[in-house]
């Protein structure tokens, strides 16, 4: 089945650092990849999506582009904040009518 | 609009007890599916349903039973509780089987098994 490999954490970075977060994935022809995150005693939320290759996926000073040819979905910010700190995962549907499978997760953590 | 309602948020039970996790959506979705979370393991799919009536197995489905009498509802049975099964379960529903639907996540129910 499909699958997604994302790096593995805990990232700890100092405020108005620069974050990335590597995510690839195997899949059948082209789905949609996106990015939820996790905060501390939450369930996950959508962060951002791409629905087709070359697609750039934006929210709250997050991207993240769909490369088609490596295959991957990596997550940026430009400067992290404290309010970051979370757990980010990268997911894409399965192939059929199967739900989304999700990476491990990438806890972040930002200090002031 | 409440999303997708989890009940309880916390629950502890013992080795051999049986308990029924409530899930409930409000947005007519015709997906729902509940997942586990483990440290270091991320989220794992336990079963899932594509309609009222139907529902399939997941990647880790022993141990736990679910079915989908209407679209609102989705419940997830732990048949006799083990603590191999303490975690940490989520809901989520999305609008439809086409792939690249957004899901939704209740907030969750943290489950111990002593």
């Known amino acids: 089945g499909d699958s997604v490999t994302q790096m593995e954490g805990p990232v700890t970075l100092s405020e108005e650092a620069f974050l990335t977060i590597n995510c690839t994935y195997t899949a059948t022809g082209y789905p949609s990849l996106f990015w939820y995150v996790q905060y501390p005693g939450e369930g996950l939320q959508l962060l951002l999506k791409a629905t087709k290759a070359d697609d750039k996926g934006s929210n709250k000073g997050f991207e993240a582009t769909y490369r088609k040819e490596t295959t991957s979905f990596h997550l940026e910010k430009g400067s992290v904040q404290v309010s970051d700190s979370a757990v980010y995962f990268c997911a894409l549907p399965n192939s059929g009518n199967t739900p989304l499978v999700f990476g491990k997760g990438t806890r972040l953590s930002v200090i002031a | 609009n409440a999303g997708v309602t989890q009940t309880p948020k916390f629950q502890v039970l013992k080795t051999g007890q049986s308990m029924t996790l409530q899930c409930a959506q409000d947005m007519n979705h015709e997906y729902m599916s509940w997942y586990r979370q483990d440290p270091g393991m991320g989220l794992r799919l336990i079963h899932y349903s594509v309609g009222a009536g139907i529902t399939d197995q997941g990647e880790v489905p022993n141990g736990y039973n679910v079915s989908r009498s209407t679209t609102e509802d989705f419940p997830l049975r732990l048949l006799s509780a083990a603590p191999s099964q303490t975690s940490v379960y989520f809901c989520?529903?999305?609008?439809?089987?086409?792939?690249?639907?957004?899901?939704?996540f209740g907030q969750g129910t943290r489950l111990t098994v002593v």
């Open positions: 989520a529903s999305s609008p439809d089987s086409v792939r690249g639907t957004e899901a939704f």
